[in-house]
């Protein structure tokens, strides 16, 4: 158990849909990181959060949007699903910003499969 | 815009074997990262590497780092079977406390005896 916790692991749903995606960082780390996984785009940076606030876009859809909450856990909000969405989803996190975030903790993933 | 580019992308090798995978990226970093991850699963971090000239070893494992050429390598020595995964290399945009990793496509290893 890497400390950071997805859920959850596995997920089937329609094109058209809306999926929630939780992630809770590992205790003491404000940086979540959000990273999308596929066999045509890779790994794929998507978004980060430090502390509740929108740190950096990555390759991230107007479709796709995230937040942190005050107990720093993050959501990962998929709409109007395409069959392209699917992919794992990994969270990870670290404890700060710039070199005090060297350290990157992910989760195990989220499995997404939109049908 | 950041590039990582990996080779080979795919090796397959027998065991006792010695290999190295290449990561080329294509801007000033300041922090380099290698992963693994076995099929369906996480990724496992197994060497950062923050200066010019570092370099970390793990058991069959070693990884270095050259800023200037912008280059790193992990060596894999006397390959065993269950070194057999994928290897991610990842390198972190200097400045502004926006530290998303942008990876390479990944090198498949499959290690046979």
């Known amino acids: 158990d890497s400390g950071v916790t997805q859920t959850p692991k596995h997920l089937i749903t329609a094109t058209g849909q809306r999926v929630t995606l939780r992630c809770s960082p590992r205790?003491?780390?404000?940086?979540v990181y959000w990273y999308q996984q596929s066999l045509d785009q890779g790994l794929q940076f998507l978004i980060q959060?430090?502390?509740?606030?929108?740190?950096a876009k990555g390759n991230i859809l107007e479709r796709f949007s995230a937040q942190q909450f005050p107990d720093l856990h993050s959501e990962l909000n998929l709409s109007s699903l395409e069959l392209g969405d699917s992919a794992l989803y990994f969270c990870?996190?670290?404890?700060?910003?710039?070199?005090?975030?060297?350290?990157?903790?992910f989760g195990s993933g989220t499995r997404l499969t939109v049908v | 815009e950041l590039k990582v580019e990996q080779n080979p992308l795919f090796l397959s090798m027998q065991e006792g074997k010695n290999y190295t995978i290449y990561c080329n990226y294509s801007?000033?970093?300041?922090?380099l990262y290698w992963y693994r991850q076995d099929p369906g699963k996480s990724l496992e971090s197994l060497f950062v590497?923050?200066?010019?000239?570092a370099v970390k070893q793990e058991g069959r494992l070693m990884a270095s780092l050259d800023t200037k050429a912008r280059l790193s390598t992990l060596h894999i020595t006397a390959a065993v079977h269950d070194l057999s995964a994928t290897y991610f290399c990842?390198?972190?945009?200097?400045?502004?406390?926006?530290?998303?990793?942008?990876f390479g496509k990944g090198t498949h290893l499959i290690i046979q005896p």
């Open positions: 990870a996190s670290s404890v700060g910003l710039g070199l005090l975030a060297y350290g990157y903790t």
């Open positions: 205790s003491g780390d404000l940086s």
């Open positions: 959060y430090y502390n509740g606030e929108e740190r």
């Open positions: 801007t000033t970093s300041d922090r």
């Open positions: 590497l923050l200066s010019n000239g």
């Open positions: 990842a390198v972190v945009h200097s400045g502004g406390g926006a530290d998303g990793l942008t």
